[in-house]
């Protein structure tokens, strides 16, 4: 009886295992692996009083009745990357699997507690993420473009799902789950290095960052290296490069989480007797708030019209994708702290750079909170991903806290 968070641990071993080989997790969605890990899920629940079911994009929920309808949820994804790590994702879920056997175990809750493993989280296989919660949380919209999706080795999306029993026609109907959903939990590795760096073990996390990503072209004259003297070129990388250091600048001015960064530079014609005459940048610029997102690309467009004019060349701007900040619960956030707190002592707030299932909860209206557990170096999406056994089992706790304060607070309004 009680919890048991080695018990988590023990799990995710066993998954492990079953799951993966020498070059990490082997989970990719829609793969014959990823149903075997989704076995060992189910098994985790196994004997208890909890109900399973998949819903129409292919998510499975676990549900323990309350004595109220209104759910709180708790959710990960079992699939991962190929060559992924031992706790993306499936940390999550296994140790909402742990919470959910310890609620059953001491009878009926006040409210309704479901487990959501969401279907295809990574987009591993066909290059869309968060398939199966844009699909329930009523955000997907691309479904014409899926049924046209192929992977590697040709098979189209619609055939690799059906083989599921996932219809792409239907997958929206899952719509239906979220109904009931009055709170959304996520406990997710933090994939980066600022838990570490501060030496703290866990972190409520604040929301998902906006990011804006463009293509700017600079556009110079292609002139010879040899015969043209120094002030009389027009450098369309002189630009980028001026640019590139601005935006640290940019960055720390508007502060606050900002990130930016130049990620590539092509060059054209792109040879060493030649001074550049094209030179098309990809610039990423993330905040956790709407009008900073704003300001930080403002400040980048007003610099680079300066560059252009310092070096008599032209710049164009191409928005390439971008998403709003996705703000979590301010209520969620301070029971969340509390719940860090009783367990590690210490707390700090953090806002979360890779988009999670998480966001697009949030973004349906459900009040939404994720919990992140600190990473060794930074590291995921690779066989090296790691977290210290004792912070995995003090993330479980926390999760559990955080489980039934949330539970008092939607029983209690
Ligand atoms: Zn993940």
């Known amino acids: ?47 208890l009083p909890v109900e399973h079911e998949r819903d129409e994009a292919g998510n499975d929920w676990f549900t323990l009745r309350g004595a ?5 949820l708790i959710g990960g994804h079992m699939d991962s990357v190929p060559n992924g790590g031992w706790l993306d994702g499936c ?3 296994l140790a909402g699997a742990e919470v959910v056997r310890r609620l ?15 279907a295809d989280e990574e987009g591993a296989r066909y290059g869309r993420s968060l398939l199966g919660s844009s699909a329930a949380c009523g955000s997907m919209r691309d479904q014409a473009e899926l049924r046209k999706l192929v992977d590697r080795d040709g098979v189209a999306l619609p055939n690799a799902l059906a083989a599921y029993g996932v219809d792409v026609d239907r997958m929206t109907d899952a719509r239906r ?15 980066g290095p600022v838990l570490e760096s501060l030496g703290l073990p866990l972190g409520p996390v604040l929301g998902t960052f906006g990011v804006e990503r463009h293509r ?10 040899g015969s043209t003297p120094m002030a009389q ?12 250091l601005a935006i640290r600048e940019i960055a720390a001015q508007v502060g606050g989480g900002a990130v930016c960064t130049s990620g590539n530079v092509v060059c054209k014609p792109g040879i060493v007797t030649s001074v550049v005459e094209t030179a098309e940048q990809l610039l990423d610029q993330r905040h956790l708030d709407a009008g900073q997102l704003a300001e930080l690309l403002r400040l980048a467009q007003e610099a680079s019209r300066r560059f252009a004019e310092e070096e008599r060349i ?30 590690a002592g210490t707390s700090h707030r953090l806002p979360s750079g890779p988009l999670h299932d998480a966001a697009e909860v949030a973004r349906s209206g459900v009040p939404t909170v994720m919990l992140f557990v600190q990473s060794l170096r930074g590291l995921s999406h690779t066989r090296l991903e790691d977290t210290k056994v004792e912070h995995l089992e003090l993330s479980v706790r926390a999760l559990d806290r955080l489980a039934d304060r949330t539970i008092a607070w939607v029983a209690g309004h």
């Open 314 to 343: 032209d710049v164009a701007w191409d928005r390439v994708w971008g998403i709003e900040p996705i703000p979590f619960d301010e209520t969620l956030i301070g029971l969340c702290d509390e719940a860090v707190r009783e367990v």
């Open 177 to 191: 789950q979220l109904k009931s959903a009055a709170a959304y939990l996520e406990l997710h590795i933090e994939q």
């Open 216 to 225: 700017i072209t600079w556009t110079g004259q292609a002139a010879h290296s």
């Open 68 to 72: 109220s309808k209104r759910a709180v």
């Open 1 to 47: 009886m009680g919890l048991d968070p080695a018990r988590v641990v023990a799990n995710l071993e066993r998954l492990r295992a079953e799951t993966g080989d020498e070059s990490g997790a082997q989970r990719v969605a829609w793969t014959e692996t990823w149903a075997r890990g989704r076995a060992i899920l189910a098994d985790a629940l196994a004997g």
């Open 233 to 244: 070129r027009r450098d369309a990388l002189a630009g980028a490069a001026k640019l590139a």
């Open 104 to 118: 059953a175990e001491e009878g009926t809750p006040p409210v309704t507690v479901r487990l959501v493993d969401w």
């Open 91 to 93: 940390l999550n879920c």
